[in-house]
């Protein structure tokens, strides 16, 4: 089955820094890669995804990056700030109904 | 509009009771899944359906049972409370038309002692 692996597993910047989170995937048939924020006590929630038939998708401070022939994926925020300290999580889906998770990444933005 | 509904929020179990947590969704989504989240990890899927009728085990399957009679709901099924299933639950549906982007319940955390 699919293996998504994420990195780093903790990630603190100064505000108004970038931060970069990359994942890797096993399953070359995997076509549709979500990100998802989680605030403590929350559920995750969608931020930005990107299809198989594109490289790069961009909105406002969030971008993702996909190299299909790598088989790794990027999420990117720039002009960090203190509400975008969260768990992100990425995600790949290669079956219908049913996407693997990468174990998160702790993002701190310090004011 | 709903979107994606499970009962109840918290639940403290003995070990070897059994119980179910219920989801419905009300977005006419084909794909229902379930999902445990452990301390500082990941999500891993315990269950699926794609359907009514039709149902798959994901990655953690033991001790849990499911059944999708209806589109809209999906319960989840603990047969046996063990410990080691003390966990953080989220139902999450999807569908190809609305691009499979996942619709995750608010999550029911269990407690079995």
């Known amino acids: 089955g699919e293996n998504v692996e994420q990195h780093p597993s903790t990630l603190s910047v100064q505000e108004g820094d970038s931060a970069v989170i990359k994942c890797t995937y096993s399953d070359s048939a995997s076509n549709y890669f979500p990100w998802y924020k989680q605030e403590l006590g929350k559920r995750p929630q969608l931020i930005i995804d990107?299809?198989?038939?594109?490289g790069e998708k961009k909105d406002q401070r969030i971008a993702v990056t996909l190299n299909k022939t790598a088989k790794h994926f990027s999420l990117h925020i720039t002009e960090t700030q203190p509400e975008d300290s969260a768990v992100y999580f990425c995600a790949a889906n290669a079956n219908a109904g049913k996407s693997t998770f990468g174990d998160g990444t702790t993002l701190t933005v310090k004011p | 509009n709903a979107g994606v509904t499970q009962t109840p929020k918290f639940q403290v179990l003995k070990t070897g009771q059994s119980m179910t947590l219920q989801c419905a969704q009300d977005m006419n989504h084909e794909y229902m899944s379930w999902y445990r989240q452990d301390p500082g990890m990941g999500l891993r899927l315990i269950h699926y359906s794609v359907g009514a009728g039709i149902t798959d085990q994901g990655e953690v399957p033991n001790g849990y049972n499911v059944s999708r009679s209806t589109t809209e709901d999906f319960p989840l099924r603990l047969l046996s409370a063990a410990p080691s299933q003390t966990s953080v639950y989220f139902c999450?549906?999807?569908?190809?038309?609305?691009?499979?982007?996942?619709?995750f319940g608010e999550g029911s955390w269990l407690t079995v002692v």
């Open positions: 990107i299809r198989s038939n594109v």
């Open positions: 999450a549906s999807s569908s190809v038309t609305a691009g499979n982007t996942i619709y």
